[in-house]
Every structure is written in C-alpha cells, then in structure tokens.
C-alpha cells in the first residue's frame, strides 16, 4: 500500500483539500499520513478523512523519510515559511526525502516561480489526483 503524506500549516485548509480528493478517488488503497506544522493544519486534515495525523517539527522529521509520496504547497520545502510555522529541520527533511515531492505552486511566500500557469486552486489539485494516479500506476 502506498503510504502519502500531505504536509501543510497554519488553517489546514489547502491540506484537507487535498486529503478529501485523494480518498475520494483512490479510498481505502492508499494510507494517507497528515503531517501539520501545528494542530488546528493536522486536525483539518483528520476532518477529511486522513488515516494518521502528527504534529510538528519531530512529526515531519521523522516521518519524510518513510513515506512514497509527499504532497503539499511549495512552502513545505522554504525554511520559515507559512509566517514562521515551517523550520528549517521541516523544509531539510522533505526536501532531502526519496520520496517524490508533488508541491503546489502558490506564490504566497514571496516567490514568483516562472514558468508554471497560475490556476484555481481546484484545478491544481486535480493534477494532483493525476499525478498521484500516475505514480500508483508505476507500481501495478
């Protein structure tokens, strides 16, 4: 079974969009791993059906490295991101984790990344339903 972590902070909501999408299409053949930098992220993610939740900076350490895939804003690898919530210990585990990275492009952290279409966040997690899909796919 392929074990996903979905990283997010502050309200959680980004997070739980996407946790609700990906048992929507894919339900119980996956283990979704919610991984806040706070608790009110990690509860809203728990909300949307998450399997497992942990929180903070050991959380996210310990856990980068035993996953398939982590899913997240492009924050989740910006040492003091999301005003502050996300440490540099956070942003070097995920980034320096085997596991592949699918990472929204939001340009909230004061970073313009070029090259990629600005979209509703709706349809960016729909590509990211599609990339998971992909991925799973490797593996049948």
Known sequence: MRKIAVVDG????IGSLIVKRLREEFGDSVEILALGTNAAATSAMMRSRADKGATGV???IWNAPRVHLIIGP???V????ML???TAGMAEAVASSDAKKILLALNQEGIEVIGVEKEP????IEKIIEAVRQEIGKEK
């Open 78 to 81: 910006l040492p003091n991101a």
């Open 84 to 86: 502050g919530e996300l």
């Open 58 to 60: 050991n959380a996210i």
């Open 121 to 124: 966040l709706p349809h960016m």
């Open 74 to 76: 492009l924050s989740i």
């Open 10 to 13: 502050q309200g959680g909501g």
